[in-house]
């Protein structure tokens, strides 16, 4: 009321004053000019690796816990805990002062029923559908059960056309689980004849997986343990009777996007991290801890940092369901806007109760599975296992395998890269002298379990996580040239 008071008064007097000159009333004052972007700092990186800390973090895992904990202990893309998990965090980015979005997609539910697996008259424990897989016909499967070559040094079991015998044909397909993608084993199964597909796990514990999409999916495709199936590869050729009662339907869900209001829109720093969990958890691991992290650095970053080039941070749903959220992000960009973007870091899972200390194998020097990023990419992985060292461990490569939301980046010609403390793979020996933790065991046996949870963290790589992402989003905010940088826009080449 005082300042309305105030204006009237003001218009008043000027026309009293215009009425006793008998002039014209002075011009309206210009509106004050935009106050100009802050000057780039250099102590950014060193500054914000040093605000950032593991248990700030930690204060974002506990809401998300809290986010599951009245939500069926879930926060699964199109359920009530992951559009919950979207507010909070979109809500937290708008009073920091970012740009905010929350676009939304389609995607697949996947419901599984029925489910079992018969061999020689003989049940087999465990059977579980992949998200997606095909129904099996009313009653079920009967077919010849076909093991393809059981080779364990094979890192890439039914993931070429050759390995797949003309025996195949009619068959139910079992196979190792290997680095290649389960939409791709199924594929090559379904273009070899067969009717449906196995696939053992070569760790402990359940498999669990997805064949991307309804409209990728061929067959009905079922993952049982190392447990429950290394013993069926002796069993070749015995007639097997395969349920799977599967149903999808399509709903949407939503992204998080949020961008600082300074640095420049050509030259985007990109950083992400999957928000969904896996419908059986919590998903405070997966990926509760990088989406925490990722948070936790945006909030200390602000929205209008002094940078050189602009931040935009992604917070994906339906990456469980198969990469949804990055890949109908990616698949709205056109090449300009895909050109804009000069890397992307993406963290998934950064604080593994047995951790290890992993970034994304850019430059292929390990020779395992994947090639190499796009270019860029093995400057990024640099620059990563350079900010681990900076907190105090020696990190490694680990193969772009296309389990996380970098795949679809690097499809597009994006350089990539980010940090990993592992899933249900198992530590080796050498890996526990040189980290800690329990040789033998898996970096994080909660893992899509409801067991993932705050309780089940390792807090000390939470922390150095936290600050190794704070360094490298700062560093690159500042600087994307050097002997750790990335193409400049007039030569990156988008697909």
């Known amino acids: 009321m005082r300042r309305a008071g ?61 986010i599951a904990t009245r939500n069926g202990g879930n926060r699964a893309s199109g359920s009530p805990g992951h559009e919950q998990s979207v507010d909070d965090v979109a809500g937290r980015l708008r009073d920091a002062g970012w740009q905010v979005e929350t676009p939304t997609f389609d995607f697949d539910v996947f419901t599984p029923g029925a489910q079992s697996l018969a061999v020689g008259g003989t049940p087999v424990a465990g059977p579980v559908a992949l998200t997606y897989s095909r129904a099996t016909p009313p009653g079920g499967l009967t077919a010849p059960l076909v093991a393809l070559a059981d080779a364990p040094a094979d890192p890439t079991p039914a993931c070429d056309a050759a390995d797949f015998p003309p025996t195949v044909r009619g068959a139910i397909v079992l196979a190792r689980r290997g680095v290649c993608p389960f939409t791709q084993k199924q594929q090559l199964a379904a273009d070899a004849g067969a009717a449906a597909m196995v696939v053992v796990n070569t760790e402990a514990g359940p498999l669990n997986g997805t064949l991307g999409s309804v409209a990728e999916a061929r067959l009905p495709v079922a993952g049982l343990s190392k447990a429950d199936g290394d013993a069926l590869f002796a069993r070749s050729g015995t007639p097997a009777t395969l349920v799977l009662e599967t149903r999808s339907e399509t709903r949407q869900t939503r992204n998080v996007i949020a961008q600082t209001t300074t640095g420049r829109t050509d030259e985007v720093v990109m950083a992400g991290a999957h928000l969904d969990s896996v419908a059986e958890g919590p998903g405070i691991n997966d990926n509760g801890s990088g989406s925490a992290a990722l948070l936790e650095t945006a909030l200390r970053l602000g ?10 941070l992604a917070w994906w749903g339906a990456e469980e369901l198969g990469l949804l959220g990055s890949e109908a992000y990616v698949a709205g960009l056109d090449l300009e806007r895909k050109r804009d973007i000069a890397l ?55 193969d772009f395998d296309g389990r996380s939301d ?32 329990r040789a033998g065991e898996s970096f994080d046996p909660n893992y899509h379990t409801p067991r993932d949870d705050p309780a089940n963290l390792d807090r000390v790589a939470l922390d150095r996580n936290v600050r190794a992402i704070a360094a490298t989003i700062g560093g690159y905010a500042l600087d994307l040239t050097g002997p750790d940088g990335v193409p400049p826009r007039a030569q990156r080449q988008p697909r």
């Open 303 to 312: 929205g209008a940092p002094p940078v050189t080039n602009a931040v935009r």
């Open 6 to 66: 105030s204006v009237v008064v003001s218009v008043v007097v000027v026309l009293v004053l215009a009425a006793c000159g008998g002039g014209a009333a002075p011009p309206a004052a210009a509106p004050p000019a935009p106050a100009a972007p802050p000057a780039p700092d250099p102590g950014l990186p060193a500054r914000l690796a040093a605000e950032v800390t593991g248990d700030g973090a930690f204060t974002h895992l506990q809401r998300f816990q809290e």
């Open 406 to 437: 970098y795949g679809p980046f690097i499809a597009a010609g994006i350089p990539a890269g980010g940090l990993f403390t592992g899933a249900e793979e198992r530590k080796t020996p050498e890996q526990a002298a040189r980290w800690g933790g």
């Open 344 to 398: 992307l870091l993406n963290f998934d899972m950064v604080a593994s109760p047995n951790a290890g200390y992993f970034a994304y194998d850019g430059d292929d020097s390990d020779r395992v599975g994947a090639p190499a990023g796009p270019p860029g990419s093995a400057a990024i992985e640099r620059r990563l296992l350079g900010a681990l060292g900076q907190v105090g461990v020696q990190g490694q490569g680990t």
